[in-house]
Structures are given as structure tokens and as C-alpha cells.
């Protein structure tokens, strides 16, 4: 992660990184927590959405996380729709076998420990899989400081 990424592509394989570099502190299922709750119970959080992968976008294009709607924020350094991100963001996303939501009515799940290997290898094989699924985009998809004006 020296060098500033270009692309959405460059941005979410350093995503990537940062969560192998840092595992302790991916934590997906407080996507939607308050920033209280987040201080109180993660008090060396930096981005302060306890890290979910919205957050870290943020946090690694913007250096900060400021006080606002998270998931808006890297849709649009994405530049995809919300739809597009919703199983990217979801608070779920490591909880269920190949992070894929079950149809409704099946409530069998295996939650890994947050802590654990299982858990951070779900959170990125998730990011991998949403990265494949967009991956003309996002490898196009220059980040707003290399944009020139039309």
C-alpha cells in the first residue's frame, strides 16, 4: 500500500491487504452500529464503523472516516449502485457459509468466531467474489483524484 491506487480495483485489493496486515480489526457484522457503540467497545477503532469493508474504503481512500453515511461514501469512490453493494455491506456477509444470506426460512448458520481465520477468510473471499463479479468496472473505474473534467 505505497503507492496511492488508481483504480476501484487498486483500492479493494488493498482492502484486501490491510485486512491480512490487520485481521483483529475486521469486523463485519457492525456495519450499521452507532459510532458510541463502536468507541465503547472498540476503542483503538481508527474508522470507528469497526471496520466492515465499506469502512475500510473509506478509511483507506479517504485517510479518515468522517460522520456520515458510510456505505454511501464507497458507493460512490466505487462508483456502482447501492444494490450493487449490499451483499458487500452487509452485516451478515460472515456469518453464513460462503457469505451468501440463505433463503428465508432456513435459520441453520455457523457464525466463526470474529477473531478466528474462518472469519477473515469469508470476509475476503467475499471481497474477491464481489471484485470478480465487477471486475471490468472497478479495474476502469479511475478514483476521484485521477478523474479529469469533462
Known amino acids: 500500500m505505497t503507492q496511492r491506487p488508481r483504480t476501484a480495483w487498486d ?6 491487504k490491510y485486512m491480512k496486515k490487520h485481521p483483529e480489526e475486521y469486523l463485519q457484522e457492525y456495519y450499521v452500529a452507532r459510532r458510541e457503540t463502536i468507541r465503547r467497545r472498540y476503542p483503538q477503532s481508527r474508522c470507528e464503523t469497526a471496520y ?5 474504503i473509506v478509511l ?15 458507493v460512490n469512490i466505487l462508483g456502482l449502485r447501492k444494490e450493487d453493494c449490499v451483499r458487500l455491506f452487509s452485516g451478515s456477509a460472515c456469518q453464513y ?17 470474529t477473531n478466528s481465520r474462518e472469519y477473515l477468510r469469508r ?12 471486475k471490468a468496472h472497478l479495474k476502469h473505474r479511475l478514483l476521484p483524484e485521477y478523474r479529469t473534467a469533462e
Not at 123 to 134: A, K, V, Y
Open 11 to 16: 483500492l479493494l485489493s488493498d482492502v484486501i
Open 52 to 56: 466492515c469493508r465499506a469502512g475500510l
Open 60 to 74: 483507506l481512500h479517504d485517510g479518515e472516516v468522517p460522520d456520515l453515511d458510510v456505505a454511501r461514501r464507497a
Open 97 to 113: 457459509v460462503a457469505g451468501l444470506v440463505p433463503p428465508l426460512g432456513i435459520i441453520e448458520r455457523h457464525i466463526p468466531d
Open 123 to 134: 470476509g475476503i473471499r467475499g471481497l474477491r467474489t464481489f471484485m470478480q463479479c465487477h
